[in-house]
Nanobody, 115 residues
Framework: QVQLVESGGGLVQPGGSLRLSCAAS????????MGWYRQAPGKQRELVAA???????NYADSMKGRFTISRDNARNTVYLQMNSLKPEDTAVYYC?????????WGQGTQVTVSS
C-alpha cells in the first residue's frame, strides 16, 4: 500500500505561481512512477505531468514550459512547480503513484486561478 498526501494548493492570480507537494509513505520502494493529474468541474481527469524513478518526465502539451515536475527521493516527495498560471488551470490536482500491480491516488488539492 502507498499513501499520498498533497499540499500547496490555493488561490493565485493569473500569471502567478504555486508549488504543489506530494509526500508518499508506505511501500514506496514499489513505486515506478509518480505524477500529477487534474480535474476541472465538468471535465475528465487529465494528466498534467509524470516522472519515473529514473527521473524521466512527461508533460501534457498545454503545461510544457510552464510546469515542472521533480522528485526528492530522500523525502519521498514529488513536486509540481506551476508558473504563469491561467484561469483555465483551475482544478483539483491529484497526486498519483504507479506500482507494478496497482496505482494510488491522493485526496486532491484545489488550485484556483482568479483575479
Amino acid at each position: 500500500q502507498v499513501q499520498l498526501v498533497e499540499s500547496g494548493g490555493g488561490l493565485v492570480q493569473p500569471g502567478g505561481s504555486l508549488r504543489l507537494s506530494c509526500a508518499a509513505s508506505g511501500s514506496i520502494f514499489s513505486i515506478n512512477a509518480m505524477g500529477w493529474y487534474r480535474q476541472a468541474p465538468g471535465k475528465q481527469r487529465e494528466l498534467v505531468a509524470a516522472i519515473t524513478s529514473g527521473r524521466s518526465t512527461n508533460y501534457a502539451d498545454s503545461m510544457k514550459g510552464r510546469f515542472t515536475i521533480s522528485r526528492d527521493n530522500a523525502r519521498n516527495t514529488v513536486y509540481l512547480q506551476m508558473n504563469s498560471l491561467k484561469p483555465e488551470d483551475t482544478a483539483v490536482y491529484y497526486c498519483n503513484a504507479e506500482t507494478m500491480r496497482s496505482e494510488y491516488w491522493g485526496q486532491g488539492t484545489q488550485v484556483t486561478v482568479s483575479s
